[in-house]
T-cell receptor, first 114, second 115 residues
Framework: NAGVMQNPRHLVRRRGQEARLRCSPM?????VYWYRQLPEEGLKFMVY????????ESGMPKERFSAEFPKEGPSILRIQQVVRGDSAAYFC????????????FGPGTRLLVL | AQKITQTQPGMFVQEKEAVTLDCTYD???????LFWYKQPSSGEMIFLIY????DQQNATEGRYSLNFQKARKSANLVISASQLGDSAMYFC????????????WGAGTKLIIKP
């Protein structure tokens, strides 16, 4: 049973380009959370999705950031017109539909904006 | 407001000694969960241990145990017989129902085990 998968592991973009981060949850998991980790800091919640639904996007910037979790395929976190401040590690976590279950994390995507 | 505080930015511990990493939390939710994760230099986030707010006993997982003191709102991680491979960042996190079960994180403690 493969764990949570994220790709790419490292992504370099120039200012103004788009970044697409993908997350495939563990088999049987229908809930996905995205978190951002700035250097030397803890993680900060961005968005919580279930299949085809955004449940809570209160931690996600209103502009340039969007997320989806389609019926088929991975969850996508999309950052348009990236700026240097978007450089961070982006983690995806998945859990089963039972809210008390543990969230399991992917290896993260390190985004560097030049 | 819901908050996690880790007051130790870094710790040095001699190999084979026990180590306690501090974590205090603040929440008004009656039901919540407390987690510890390890982040080695490779960057992945590894789940270590979980404590529910209604659990009567302190959680244990191998060399990891959680010293849960509900009245003091603390959830310290204890690692017994530390090993060189324990060197990493350690994060305490809280999950609260009123926040859609998102995890709220502390700033982390960098643990270095000395040979």
């Amino acid at each position: 049973n493969a764990g949570v998968m994220q790709n790419p592991r490292h992504l370099v973009r120039r200012r103004g380009q788009e970044a697409r981060l993908r997350c495939s949850p563990m088999k049987g998991h229908s809930h996905v959370y995205w978190y951002r980790q700035l250097p030397e800091e803890g993680l900060k919640f961005m968005v919580y999705l279930q299949k085809e639904n955004i449940i809570d996007e209160s931690g996600m910037p209103k502009e340039r950031f969007s997320a989806e979790f389609p019926k088929e395929g991975p969850s996508i976190l999309r950052i348009q017109q990236v700026v240097r401040g978007d450089s961070a590690a982006y983690f995806c976590a998945s859990q089963t539909g039972v809210t008390q279950e543990t969230q399991y994390f992917g290896p993260g995507t390190r985004l560097l904006v030049l | 407001a819901q908050k996690i505080t880790q007051t130790q930015p870094g710790m040095f511990v001699q190999e084979k000694e026990a180590v306690t990493l501090d974590c205090t939390y603040d929440t008004s939710d009656p039901s919540y969960g407390l987690f510890w994760y390890k982040q080695p230099s490779s960057g992945e986030m590894i789940f270590l241990i979980y404590q529910g707010s209604y659990d009567q006993q302190n959680a244990t997982e191998g060399r990891y145990s959680l010293n849960f003191q509900k009245a003091r709102k603390s959830a310290n991680l204890v690692i017994s017989a530390s090993q060189l491979g324990d060197s990493a960042m350690y994060f305490c996190a809280m999950r609260a129902a009123t926040r859609n079960y998102q995890l709220i994180w502390g700033a982390g403690t960098k643990l270095i085990i000395k040979p």
